[in-house]
């Protein structure tokens, strides 16, 4: 069984300045990983995944994440964010299969003027 | 990708009634997910739909209080029975993408207010 670890649960940063949201997985089978966006009063929308490859993975809106097998981590990281950043953001795992999407309990990004 | 549309967007419902929420794919899709995401809450699986076959429900979620349907590959419906204000929550329906990879595009949600 998977599970998955968002370490924290809100992050205020101000407009323009660096943030890194951190997830960490459990799982005793290779997975596949993604971050997940949700704006308010809106369904959830990918914003990139790991399925195998270069452990370094960009996505939409200047977003990227790092794969870290030994740390079994996968911290979004974006350099500059934007006040229209400021959503709900969710870590995933699934199986190799794809039969089955787990997400951690979520991250609020709150962009500051 | 695929378009996902859900009705109702929301409602609001008395205790102990049932509502049925409906989601329409624009392609047709193996697997469709249903998810539960109580307030401030992450989301939580309730089932899996493949056309044909019976549901398959996570731990804790039982067929009697949420009987899914998936009559073909583009649609599906889950209804929420004997409602309680415990069930007040945003329902999701998702498809997964291509290649079976656990990459999942979702409807908008169905927000359930149960008085």
């Known amino acids: 069984a998977q599970s998955v670890t968002q370490l924290d649960s809100q992050v205020p940063v101000f407009e323009e300045a660096p943030v890194e949201l951190r997830c960490n997985y459990s799982?005793?089978?290779?997975?596949?990983l993604f971050w997940y966006v949700q704006y308010p009063n809106q369904g959830l929308q990918l914003l990139l995944k790991?399925?195998?490859?270069?452990?370094l993975v960009k996505g939409i809106n200047g977003f990227e994440a790092e794969f870290n097998k030994s740390q079994t981590s996968f911290h979004l990281r974006k350099p500059s964010v934007h006040i229209s950043d400021t959503a709900e953001y969710f870590c995933?795992?699934?199986?190799?299969?794809?039969?089955?999407?787990?997400f951690g309990a979520g991250t609020r990004l709150f962009v500051k003027a | 990708s695929a378009v996902i549309s859900q009705k109702p967007s929301r409602d609001i419902c008395q205790r102990g009634t049932s509502l049925t929420i409906q989601c329409q794919v624009d392609?047709?899709?193996?697997?469709m997910f249903w998810y539960r995401q109580q307030p401030g809450q992450s989301l939580t699986l309730i089932a899996t739909?493949?056309?044909?076959?019976?549901?398959?429900?996570e731990s804790g979620f039982v067929i009697d209080k949420f009987p899914i349907s998936r009559p073909n590959l583009t649609f599906s419906t889950l209804t929420v029975s004997n409602m309680s204000p415990e069930d007040s929550s945003i329902y999701l329906c998702?498809?997964?993408?291509?290649?079976?990879?656990?990459?999942?595009?979702f409807g908008e949600g169905s927000r359930l207010t149960v008085l």
């Open positions: 998702s498809v997964d993408g291509q290649g079976r990879t656990g990459e999942l595009f």
């Open positions: 799982s005793s089978v290779s997975v596949y």
């Open positions: 790991y399925l195998s490859g270069s452990t």
């Open positions: 995933a795992v699934s199986d190799l299969g794809g039969f089955k999407t787990i």
């Open positions: 392609s047709q899709v193996t697997m």
């Open positions: 739909a493949n056309q044909g076959s019976e549901a398959t429900y």
